[in-house]
T-cell receptor, first 114, second 117 residues
Framework: AQTVTQSQPEMSVQEAETVTLSCTYD???????LFWYKQPPSRQMILVIR??????QNATENRFSVNFQKAAKSFSLKISDSQLGDAAMYFC???????????FGAGTILRVKS | DGGITQSPKYLFRKEGQNVTLSCEQN?????MYWYRQDPGQGLRLIYY???????QKGDIAEGYSVSREKKESFPLTVTSAQKNPTAFYLC????????????????FGQGTRLTVV
């Protein structure tokens, strides 16, 4: 069974600094998708960034970028120039190419200090 | 506007009663999902459906049931067999996988907070 592990229950970062959230996953598949979702206090889930496993290039979205290491099954999220609005729970998620089973990690609470 | 709608936002249930949570999407998505979130915890998959009239159990299906009679709708029933139903429930939908395409992310509703009284 596929599993997603986020080993950092909570992280803190100073405003304007950079922080990296860790995620590892376990799968025997070669084709799959990885996602980072943000859940602010409103509890609305918001997609932050997506990575297709067949793409070697790391995905970037403005201040958000990932470090995708397929062999190591690692998918970390880097947030640059952190802002107060980045404070939220962040979830790493995995979905294999076939089967539509979307699996989430336990989440990391990110606190941003002003 | 296209989106996914969950109702009600808050729901109270007496012990021993069944209750149904609604989830409707107008995104023309094939796949739909139900997740449970407990305080400070991640999302655990209850059931998911890849296509109409088909669904699979997730990791914590016991005490829950679903139906998928229409593409747009994926209601979740919390039965009296679910021993600890108080939680936040999230519904999501996505394009069906298997096409190595973009736009594969899941879109979420705003959730239903279920409380047993």
């Amino acid at each position: 069974a596929q599993t997603v592990t986020q080993s950092q229950p909570e992280m803190s970062v100073q405003e304007a600094e950079t922080v990296t959230l860790s995620c590892t996953y376990d799968t025997s598949e070669s084709d799959y998708y990885l996602f980072w979702y943000k859940q602010p206090p409103s509890r609305q889930m918001i997609l932050v960034i997506r990575q297709e496993a067949y793409k070697q290039q790391n995905a970037t979205e403005n201040r958000f970028s990932v470090n995708f290491q397929k062999a190591a099954k690692s998918f970390s999220l880097k947030i640059s120039d952190s802002q107060l609005g980045d404070a939220a729970m962040y979830f790493c998620a995995y979905c294999m190419e076939y089967g539509n089973k979307l699996v989430f990690g336990a989440g990391t609470i990110l606190r941003v200090k002003s | 506007d296209g989106g996914i709608t969950q109702s009600p936002k808050y729901l109270f249930r007496k012990e021993g009663q069944n209750v149904t949570l609604s989830c409707e999407q107008n995104l023309n998505h094939d796949a739909m999902y139900w997740y449970r979130q407990d305080p400070g915890q991640g999302l655990r998959l209850i059931y998911y459906s890849q296509i109409v009239n088909d669904f699979q159990k997730g990791d914590i299906a016991e005490g829950y049931s679903v139906s998928r009679e229409k593409k747009e709708s994926f209601p979740l029933t919390v039965t009296s067999a679910q021993k600890n139903p108080t939680a936040f429930y999230l519904c999501a939908s996505s394009r069906r996988q298997g096409m190595l395409s973009s736009n594969t992310e899941a879109f979420f509703g705003q959730g239903t907070r279920l409380t047993v009284v």
